[in-house]
């Protein structure tokens, strides 16, 4: 059975969890999911847990590769009123973090409660996140990922595309064992470092990633390998998201990562079930 440790409790995954998308950004690629305003950003969290969202991703910096690349400070300056504001409002929701910053990580652990750090660089970014990620004991999501957002689509070329990234998840996931991390969700890293046909790849071989034995989260939802793949807008992918979904599930996917929270635990709903039956 996989777990997550959340402040000493278990939370069980045996039932794939949903994780709702808060984007406190003005430049996120999908305009739907942008919310700056305090009481846009209370709906938000509101609709996701409504909907049967078990976890909130809260993120202050688009990683589209258009998008203005923030330091630190600004980060900060961004995130930390949305979460002290979530916080107030929602005390009890498992609220996970979307930074390859360590001093912003570090920041809304201690001072908010965030539970999870959400990681798209893998500790690249940023060299202290690991150490910093370990002394903090919160649970990690590992995201496969090269060079920066704003470079990672030319950085597409790989020897053995899979056995590459496996192997990247297998030396990344040591590094954080050794320093004393033993919760770390794998992000396969749909959409980022991979062309449009790689990514269909990577979700023809999902199932690899359950070598690793760790809790698996999958986020393709309204990415452009849906809109490129069938010719649409991110407005209107949510059709090939639930798809995409429904494929990561049928894989073992742990957590979907999504912006449409209703859809996501459909799916969650009618796959466990069917394997009621298959099992």
Request: net charge negative; glycine share 6%.
């Amino acid at each position: 059975m996989k777990t997550i440790n959340i402040n000493g409790t278990l939370i069980d995954l045996s039932t794939p969890r949903v994780m709702g998308i808060v984007n406190v950004t003005p430049d996120s690629f999908f305009p739907g999911s942008r919310k700056q305003a305090p009481n846009e950003i209370v709906e938000r969290c509101r609709q996701i847990l409504r909907e049967g969202g078990a976890m909130i991703d809260v993120g202050a910096q688009s990683t589209s590769p258009a998008a203005r690349f923030l330091d630190a400070k600004e980060e900060s300056e961004r995130l930390m009123p949305a979460l002290k504001l979530i916080r107030k409002e929602f005390p009890d929701i498992i609220l996970s973090v979307d930074t390859f910053y360590a001093d912003v990580a570090k920041e809304a652990v201690e001072e908010y409660g965030v539970n999870i750090i959400n990681d798209i660089s893998g500790g690249q970014i940023d060299e202290r996140m690991f150490p910093v990620v370990a002394q903090l004991n919160v649970p990690y999501i590992l995201m496969h990922m090269r060079g920066m957002p704003q470079t990672m689509q030319q950085l597409t070329h790989y020897d053995n595309f899979m056995q590459d990234i496996l192997y990247y998840f297998s030396e990344r996931k040591a590094k954080l064992n050794q320093l004393g991390v033993n919760d770390v969700i794998i992000d396969p890293g749909f959409g980022f470092s991979k062309t449009v046909s790689q990514n269909y790849e990577l979700m023809a071989y999902l199932k690899y990633f359950h070598i690793f034995e760790e809790p698996l989260l999958v986020g393709i939802s309204r990415k452009s390998m849906i809109c490129k793949l069938l010719g649409i807008t991110p407005e209107e992918s949510l059709n090939g998201t639930s798809v995409l979904n429904t494929v990561a599930l049928l894989s073992g996917a742990d957590i979907l990562r999504v912006h449409d929270v209703k859809e996501a635990v459909e799916c969650v709903k009618i796959i466990a079930k069917i394997v009621e039956f298959d099992t």
